[in-house]
């Protein structure tokens, strides 16, 4: 798999449910980022987390890193409908110069009302 | 928020025709980046920018791209020469520092279709 793969590539859930999407990546990384696109829309960043952080909370956002399999998971809690979007995961490379963030194909999510 | 802003939205323009896209970075961000999307596919990064030069660029960034700070605000992308398979598209990034740690703020993109 390429860096920064995200599986599931689409999730469909009922408002209220949580969602929870992964992503793998192959290299050593400084940080992995979460962002967020509305379609056809601009990214917007989410939560980025350190190759030293275990876990992350942001709001209803909670991300998990595990360097040890190079995972990194995103859960969304309490969705709702505004939460429909495709969410991206994003890995800045340590043997990258110039700070570059090399993407997944992202988790299309449909939160139904 | 202080947020990135990109100029213009949407671009229209025939093959073979040079295209600027422009933005406006976040006023303290140091380092910044342009990406690209074309549709349908990743997100793929093209170049990225510091004390008024190229950091790194990808193979994609070759010689008909060009990125230039003309002044204290604006960070353009240039295309000399756009071809059909440049139409994406163009997000402009900036960043406070480029430690491994810091977030990458993206502006709305630039639709750039090359007819």
């Known amino acids: 798999s390429q860096q920064g793969e995200e599986d599931p590539q689409a999730l469909s859930i009922q408002e209220g449910e949580n969602a929870t999407m992964n992503c793998s990546y192959k290299?050593?990384?400084?940080?992995l980022q979460w962002y967020r696109q509305n379609s056809g829309r601009g990214l917007v960043h989410l939560i980025l987390?350190?190759?030293?952080?275990r876990e992350k909370h942001s709001g209803r956002l909670r991300v998990t890193l595990d360097t040890s399999k190079k995972s990194s998971s995103l859960l969304i809690t309490a969705s709702r409908a505004a939460d429909t979007a495709s969410y991206f995961c994003?890995?800045?490379?340590?043997?990258?110069?110039?700070?570059?963030?090399?993407f997944g194909g992202g988790t299309r999510v449909l939160v139904k009302p | 928020e202080p947020e990135v802003t990109q100029t213009p939205s949407h671009q229209v323009t025939q093959m073979g025709q040079e295209v600027i896209l422009r933005c406006v970075p976040i006023?303290?961000?140091?380092?910044f980046y342009w990406y690209r999307q074309i549709l349908g596919q990743k997100v793929e990064f093209l170049v990225s920018f510091y004390n008024n030069e190229i950091s790194e660029k990808s193979e994609i960034f070759d010689d008909q791209f060009s990125v230039e700070r003309p002044d204290g605000s604006n960070f353009t992308l240039k295309i000399r020469s756009t071809k059909l398979e440049d139409s994406a598209m163009y997000f402009c990034a900036s960043s406070r520092e480029v430690t491994g740690a810091d977030t990458q703020y993206f502006g709305p993109g630039t639709r750039l279709t090359v007819l």
């Open positions: 006023s303290n961000h140091l380092y």
């Open positions: 290299t050593s990384i400084n940080n």
């Open positions: 994003a890995t800045d490379e340590i043997k990258a110069a110039g700070n570059k963030l090399t």
């Open positions: 987390i350190r190759s030293n952080e």
